[in-house]
T-cell receptor
Framework: NAGVMQNPRHLVRRRGQEARLRCSPMKGHSHVYWYRQLPEEGLKFMVYLQKENIIDESGMPKERFSAEFPKEGPSILRIQQVVRGDSAAYFC????????????FGQGTRLTVV | GENVEQHPSTLSVQEGDSAVIKCTYSDSASNYFPWYKQELGKRPQLIIDIRSNVGEKKDQRIAVTLNKTAKHFSLHITETQPEDSAVYFCAASSGGRTGANNLFFGTGTRLTVIP
């Protein structure tokens, strides 16, 4: 089991460009969660998805941010027209979702907006 | 959603002493409380968790206590070692419509164990 895989590990974008962050959950996991971590800060919940469904997006900014988890392929967190304030580490976690089970984290994608 | 508060934000202890980190939560429906350890530049990793049907759980030098009435839970690390130095996050599960766990995290405690 390869664990939760995120790519890229590091991503540099110029202001105004788009950033696409990918997350492949652990085998057998159908629930994916995205978190943002600013330097020296905690993990802020963004969105919770199951295959083809957004369950909870209460932590997502209203504009420029979107997430999906298609039937096939990884979950994608998309940030349009990035600004410097979007620079952060973005972590994805996955779980089986059955009851309250452990969530496993990926290595994260460190986004830098220049 | 759930609101989790964590204290202290930083904690320094001498090697061999105990460390205690405390968290409170707001949603009385939360019933799963994991603790994660994050070393610099690495992913958060689960170190211990507790469910609402128990009040205490222990795993070697690490223990967690839960008080559902007061809505607070704590992490206790005994006989601390330098390798325990990291940022520790508590979390609570708000359950969600399907009963699955979308976790809400505290703001973290940076623990430093002084040799």
């Amino acid at each position: 089991n390869a664990g939760v895989m995120q790519n890229p590990r590091h991503l540099v974008r110029r202001r105004g460009q788009e950033a696409r962050l990918r997350c492949s959950p652990m085998k057998g996991h159908s629930h994916v969660y995205w978190y943002r971590q600013l330097p020296e800060e905690g993990l802020k919940f963004m969105v919770y998805l199951q295959k083809e469904n957004i369950i909870d997006e209460s932590g997502m900014p209203k504009e420029r941010f979107s997430a999906e988890f298609p039937k096939e392929g990884p979950s994608i967190l998309r940030i349009q027209q990035v600004v410097r304030g979007d620079s952060a580490a973005y972590f994805c976690a996955s779980s089986t979702g059955s009851g309250n089970t452990e969530a496993f984290f990926g290595q994260g994608t460190r986004l830098t907006v220049v | 959603g759930e609101n989790v508060e964590q204290h202290p934000s930083t904690l320094s202890v001498q090697e061999g002493d105990s460390a205690v980190i405390k968290c409170t939560y707001s949603d009385s429906a939360s019933n799963y409380f994991p603790w994660y350890k994050q070393e610099l530049g690495k992913r958060p990793q689960l170190i211990i968790d507790i469910r609402s049907n128990v009040g205490e759980k222990k795993d070697q030098r690490i223990a967690v206590t839960l008080n559902k009435t007061a809505k607070h839970f704590s992490l206790h690390i005994t006989e601390t070692q330098p390798e325990d130095s990291a940022v520790y996050f508590c979390a609570a599960s708000s359950g969600g419509r399907t009963g699955a766990n979308n976790l809400f995290f505290g703001t973290g405690t940076r623990l430093t164990v002084i040799p």
